[in-house]
């Protein structure tokens, strides 16, 4: 009993700021649109390959990633959030054989995020982190043998080598990663 008790006093204080750190503000949502995601450039690869085979073409449409998310701030350097990820692709165009192409993929995303912060000023932060979680990808597309396919779960992952908010209490930011936010993402966030 004592093991527990000692356990759940740690944990607790884990979440705690110390107290000089009692102004600073420790919650984020955020919104955000991301280019290039990583199955946008799988498929954009899948093509060029294609077309240097003579097996396929295809054209790649759709808009980028669109996000939400919330992060907590466990200290000035470490955040734990999480963030939730859609993003529309269409692909349509002519197999080798003729056969016409005409797929379409719905990826909603659902990654918990972890972040480190290099520089947690007033008005700049600093940071990169990672994100991993579930991706379910709606849609009608053909796999290898040919079937229909119209669901299908993945692993959803987001490295961001370098991010950069700029604010106070309303803010922008921008981050470079690689992931299903995309390899540059931009947006606005607000703590409280």
């Known amino acids: 009993m004592k093991c527990i008790a000692i356990y759940l006093s740690l944990m607790i204080s884990a979440f705690r700021l ?20 990583d199955i946008r450039i799988a498929f954009e690869t899948e093509n060029f390959l294609g077309i240097i085979a003579g097996a396929q073409y295809a ?3 759709g808009p980028g990633a669109f996000m939400a998310g919330y992060s907590r701030y466990l200290s000035r350097k470490v955040s734990l959030g999480a963030t939730v990820t859609y993003q529309y692709l269409q692909i349509t165009g002519t197999y080798s054989s003729g056969e016409p192409i005409n797929n379409y993929y719905s990826l909603l995303n659902v990654m918990a995020r972890f972040d480190y912060h290099y520089v947690n000023d007033e008005k700049v932060q600093i940071y990169s982190g990672a994100a991993l979680g579930p991706s379910f990808i709606l849609g009608k597309w053909q796999d290898a043998e040919g079937r229909e396919k119209h669901f299908a779960p993945f692993v959803a992952y987001q490295l961001n ?21 995309g390899l540059l993402t931009l947006g606005i966030s607000r703590r409280f």
């Open 161 to 181: 080598l370098i991010g950069m908010r700029v604010g106070r209490t309303w803010a922008g930011y921008g981050e470079l990663g690689f992931g299903r936010n």
């Open 18 to 37: 110390p107290a000089q750190d009692s102004d600073f503000v420790r919650n984020e949502v955020y919104a955000g649109y991301g280019m290039l995601t």
């Open 59 to 61: 054209d790649v449409k």
